[in-house]
Nanobody, 125 residues
């Protein structure tokens, strides 16, 4: 059974860098046809796709967040990491990692076959 678990600080100060880790079990992040996405949902708003890292390590970002986002991986730990720099209160959200079987930038939940439970990140001084 594939499981994804997000972890990281729940509170980040404005202008700092948010860093979250997604630990994957039951699958390898280098598996064929496995794409590891970061998606967030601000309070009272819909899902926002942030970016993806492919099974070979290629990365793609949302144009609106590209200048502040970095996604990387540690294959020895089977982990994917999200970094978002220069955060503001607008970055307060629940952050999810999710696996998709194809490379797709979407907020349609049914395009992802596995989701983490999500982690709340609040940006506040």
């Amino acid at each position: 059974q594939v499981q994804l678990q997000e972890s990281g600080p729940g509170l980040v100060k404005p202008s700092q860098t948010l860093s979250l880790t997604c630990t994957v079990s039951g699958d390898s992040i280098t598996s064929v046809n496995a794409y590891w996405n970061w998606i967030r949902q601000p309070p009272g708003k819909g899902l926002e796709w942030m970016g993806v890292i492919t099974n070979s390590g290629g990365v793609y970002y949302s144009p609106s967040l590209k200048s502040r986002t970095s996604i990387s991986r540690d294959t020895s730990k089977n982990q994917v990491t999200l970094q978002l720099s220069s955060v503001t209160t607008e970055d307060t959200a629940v952050y999810y990692c999710a696996r998709s079987p194809i490379l797709i930038a979407t907020t349609q939940r049914n395009e992802y076959d596995y989701w983490g439970q999500g982690t709340q990140v609040t940006v506040s001084s």
